[in-house]
């Protein structure tokens, strides 16, 4: 359970509603994510991002109490890309079967989106060492677990609905660490895992 001082702690300080605040809070962000990818997320301070974005330190902190708090909206920024990708990964589907050829599909475009983009292997490792951010990913495959549900509904008996969440959390962490490692790898080894893990999850993801 997050406590109060880490939702604080996290929290976006205010909404932009003018344009101008809009796109404020967009330089902040672009930023960020510009300063994360040049050194280590660690090295990073608030100073250096109000600087990079060009406005004074105290307008960021109108937005953001603190680093913390910029990482989190980076999270939740790129998490929207992904999802944008995989929210519909599942509609329209006949059959499990079908499902699981599209769920082994989407691996070969998410670790193309990690290779293309390393700014989401960035932030990733950098909410698992801040105690306060590390549940994000699991809020977040939660989330993605509720959307592939609602499209997977009338294939599942519901006798069967607990596994299949359960291999759908395996299955969302799982692929997410072959992707990752996928991504350090070559592109001929890169190619080998992804391979592999597509058959296993092919052939096994709806397996009761």
């Known amino acids: 359970m997050i406590d109060r001082t880490s939702v604080v702690r996290l929290a976006l300080r205010k909404l932009p509603q003018q344009e101008r605040s809009v796109q404020r809070l967009e330089a902040i962000l672009d930023s960020a994510m510009s300063l994360v990818l040049e050194k280590d997320v660690s090295s990073v301070t608030m100073s ?35 999802e944008d990708r995989v929210s519909k990964l599942f509609t329209g589907v006949t059959s499990l079967d079908e499902a699981a050829s599209r769920g082994a599909d989407a691996l070969f475009e998410l670790h193309a989106l990690f290779r293309e983009r390393p700014i989401f292997m960035s932030i990733w490792q950098a909410i698992q060492v801040d105690k306060d951010l590390s549940h994000l990913s699991n809020d977040y495959h939660e989330h993605l677990i509720g959307l592939f549900l609602k499209d997977l509904a009338h294939l599942i008996p519901p006798d069967d609905l607990g596994q299949i969440r359960v291999t759908l959390k395996l299955f969302i962490i799982t692929s997410g660490d072959v992707i990752r490692f996928a991504t350090s790898q070559g592109p001929e080894a890169a190619r080998i895992y992804l391979e592999r893990w597509h058959q296993i999850v092919r052939n096994s993801l709806f397996i009761v």
């Open 48 to 82: 250096e991002i109000a600087q990079r974005a060009g406005i004074p330190i105290g307008s960021l902190y109108q937005f953001f109490p603190q680093k913390a708090a910029v990482l989190k909206a980076l999270h939740d920024r790129l998490s929207m890309e992904i």
